[in-house]
C-alpha cells in the first residue's frame, strides 16, 4: 500500500480504511482530504500538525495520540474515544465531534468555530477563557467541565448535562441552557441577557411580577 506519511498503512486521499492499526503512522506535509476511517486505532500515534479536510473518522480510538497544533476543516469524527490526547494548539472549523468523549485531555489552548459537539463527553475537561461561541453542544457531558471566563455566547447548550460545571465569569449572551443546567451549573460572575436573567429567578423559585 502507498505511504504517504512517512510510516505504517496509510491512504490515498479519498479513500477507506476499516479496522486499521494506524499507532505507527507520522503525518507529512500533504493534507488528509476526504480520507475515511472506520474503527481505526491512532493509539499513542504522533499527529502533530496533521491538517484534514472533510474526512471523517467513526468509532475510531485516538487514546494517547499527539494532536497538537493539528487542523481540522469540515472534518468528522463521529463516536470517537480520545483519550490522554494532546490537542493543545488545535483548530477544528466546520467539524462533527458528534458523540465523541474527549477525556482527560490536554485542550488549551484550543480553536473551535462552527462546529458540532453534539452528545460529546467533556467531563472535567479545562476549557477556561475558551472561545466556544456559536458552537452546538446539545446533550452534552459537561458535569465538572472548567469553564471559566469561556465565551459561549449564542452557544446551544439544550440539555447538556451542568453538574457543577464551572461557568463563573463565563459569557452566556445568547446561549441555549435549560433550566436544570441554570440551577446545577456554577454560575457566579457569569455575563447573561435579561431572559436570561429571568429564566435564572424562575428557576430557583423566584416569582418575577
Excluded at 486505532?41 to 472533510?54: H, K, N, P, Y
Excluded at 440539555?159 to 445568547?174: F, K, P, S, V
Excluded at 441577557?193 to 429567578?201: L, M, P, V
Aim: hydrophobic letters at 40%.
Amino acid at each position: 500500500m502507498h505511504d504517504d506519511t512517512g510510516s505504517g498503512d496509510t491512504a490515498y486521499d479519498d479513500t477507506e480504511q476499516i479496522d486499521l492499526d494506524l499507532s505507527d503512522v507520522r503525518v507529512g506535509d500533504e493534507p488528509w482530504r476526504q480520507r475515511r476511517f472506520i474503527r481505526c486505532r491512532f493509539i499513542d500515534a504522533d499527529l502533530r500538525g496533521l491538517v484534514t479536510e472533510s474526512c471523517t473518522f467513526d468509532e475510531c480510538d485516538f487514546t494517547g495520540a499527539d494532536l497538537g497544533d493539528s487542523t481540522h476543516r469540515g472534518s468528522a469524527f463521529r463516536t470517537c474515544t480520545i483519550r490522554r490526547a494532546t490537542l493543545g494548539g488545535s483548530a477544528f472549523r466546520g467539524c462533527s465531534l458528534l458523540g465523541t468523549s474527549l477525556i482527560d485531555c490536554r485542550l488549551r489552548p484550543l480553536v473551535m468555530t462552527d462546529c458540532d459537539l453534539t452528545l460529546a463527553a467533556l467531563g472535567r475537561a479545562d476549557l477556561r477563557k475558551t472561545d466556544l461561541s456559536g458552537l452546538r453542544l446539545r446533550e452534552a457531558n459537561l458535569v465538572e467541565t472548567d469553564l471559566r471566563e469561556a465565551d459561549l455566547r449564542g452557544a446551544d447548550l439544550t440539555g447538556a448535562r451542568l453538574l457543577n460545571t464551572r461557568l463563573e465569569g463565563a459569557d452566556l449572551r445568547g446561549a441555549r441552557i435549560g433550566a436544570d443546567g441554570l440551577v446545577q451549573a456554577r454560575l457566579a460572575g457569569a455575563t447573561v441577557d435579561a431572559e436570561q436573567a429571568i429564566a435564572f429567578a424562575a428557576a430557583h423559585g423566584l416569582r418575577i411580577s
